[in-house]
Every structure is written in C-alpha cells, then in structure tokens.
C-alpha cells in the first residue's frame, strides 16, 4: 500500500506510481472520491507500466485521498495514500517517487 506523503507548500512535485498487468489497462486518478481530469495545477500521464502524477504550485487544497484504479479484462484494483501539506517550501526542488506495485 501506498505510504502517506508530507509535501510543502508552494512546491512543484512529481510522483511515479508501479503496477503491471495484461494489456489494455484503464487507469484512473481521483482525490477525495472525485475522478481527476487533469489541467494545469494536477495532471497526470498514464504509462504501460506506472504513472507519474504532477502538482505544480501546491496548496492546503492538494491535501486529501488519492487513490489510483487499474483496471483490464481480469479485474482491477484499487490503492489508496494521503497527502499531507506541511508549511512553506524550504528547498528549490523535491520529488516523491512512490514504489507501489500491483499486478491485475
């Protein structure tokens, strides 16, 4: 399972997820149960094998519960992790990589 992560305000950050399965895979991103669509603030780009999950100039408003959803032909799973925002940024740059692997 995915572990809770503390990012600082203001930061630009990016998060790489891991799963596999059998090809074709929908992937879906929703925070707070509300499916993300992407634009300039949160995107995020589907690979075959991860996911790599960009907020450009976070907010208290980033806090919450993402969960990520993998479906195919075989079933689909489902993870989720919370992000936290601590205080103002105190470094030029940071990224989270999160190793998570799941197999659908």
Known sequence: MPADL??????????????????????????DGKKIEG???????????YLIIFIKDIT??????????????????????TVYITGELTQMFYSVYLPVNYKV
């Open 39 to 49: 634009d300039t603030h949160i995107k995020y780009t589907v690979f075959d094998e």
């Open 60 to 81: 208290k408003n980033d806090a919450g519960t993402y969960t990520l959803s993998v479906k195919n032909d075989s079933g689909s799973v489902s993870a989720s992790f």
């Open 6 to 31: 503390y990012l600082p305000e203001g930061d630009n950050t990016k998060i790489k997820i891991y799963y596999s399965g059998d090809q074709p895979m929908e992937v879906t991103l929703s925070k």
